[in-house]
């Protein structure tokens, strides 16, 4: 299994301009996170999808931020229009969730480092 | 609100020396904890899974252990390597409603191992 793939590794755009992360979750997992991660605040949760459907979306910063789960294998996380505090590591995580208790491990994909000028 | 705290935030340790990192949680209702290895401009990788009934768990030189009462778990590292220098990021999952759950992320320790 090739793990779970996000593009692009490096990011670099100035203020005001969208950028659109991508995400593919490893086959068969039914839950897929995105995840900021600073030096100052670590990591983040920012959106939680389980069978492509939003879970919890309390960690989107504001509107500027999106992010959708068209199918099982494809995820994106759009910020339009980017600003310099958006600068930070975004991490897209898949796992396969039991009903009622989950033992599921959380994988990683590389992230995507973002600076925003 | 769901809380997971771990100290120290940084650590230097030489070449072949142990350590034990901590984690206090506020998670509930407890399902499990999770220690997970970041190495620089790396994804997080899981090292370790303790559900409640567990109260130690060792994979090669890291041993994690688990106090259900106090809430409290550790990861003790032996012998340590170079290779080790990572951050260490401590996990909670609670067992939401409808079968849902939301894992809990602590800041990390900072692990740095000088030869």
């Known amino acids: 299994d090739a793990g779970v793939i996000q593009s692009p590794r490096h990011e670099v755009t100035e203020m005001g301009q969208e950028v659109t992360l991508r995400c593919k979750p490893i086959?068969?997992?039914?839950?897929l996170f995105w995840y900021r991660q600073t030096m100052m605040r670590g990591l983040e949760l920012l959106i939680y999808?389980?069978?492509?459907?939003?879970?919890?979306d309390s960690g989107m910063p504001e509107d500027r931020f999106s992010a959708k789960m068209p199918n099982a294998s494809f995820s994106t996380l759009k910020i339009q229009p980017s600003e310099p505090r958006d600068s930070a590591v975004y991490f897209c995580?898949?796992?396969?969730?039991?009903?009622?208790?989950?033992?599921?491990?959380?994988?990683f994909g590389e992230g995507s480092r973002l600076t925003v000028l | 609100k769901n809380q997971v705290e771990q100290s120290p935030q940084s650590l230097i340790i030489l070449e072949g020396k142990n350590c034990t990192l901590q984690?206090?949680?506020?998670?509930?209702?407890?399902?499990?904890l999770r220690w997970y290895k970041q190495d620089t401009g790396r994804g997080p990788v899981s090292l370790t899974i303790?559900?409640?009934?567990?109260n130690t768990k060792s994979n090669g030189r890291y041993t994690a252990t688990l106090d259900a009462d106090t809430k409290q778990s550790s990861l003790h590292i032996t012998a340590s390597q170079l290779s080790d220098s990572a951050s260490y990021i401590c996990?909670?999952?609670?067992?939401?409603?409808?079968?849902?759950?939301?894992?809990?992320f602590g800041r990390g320790t900072s692990l740095i191992v000088h030869p």
């Open positions: 995580a898949s796992s396969f969730e039991l009903a009622r208790a989950n033992t599921g491990e959380l994988f």
């Open positions: 086959s068969g997992h039914n839950s």
């Open positions: 999808f389980n069978n492509n459907v939003p879970i919890d």
């Open positions: 984690c206090n949680y506020t998670v509930s209702p407890f399902s499990n």
């Open positions: 303790m559900t409640f009934s567990e």
């Open positions: 996990v909670v999952s609670a067992t939401g409603t409808g079968g849902s759950y939301i894992p809990t």
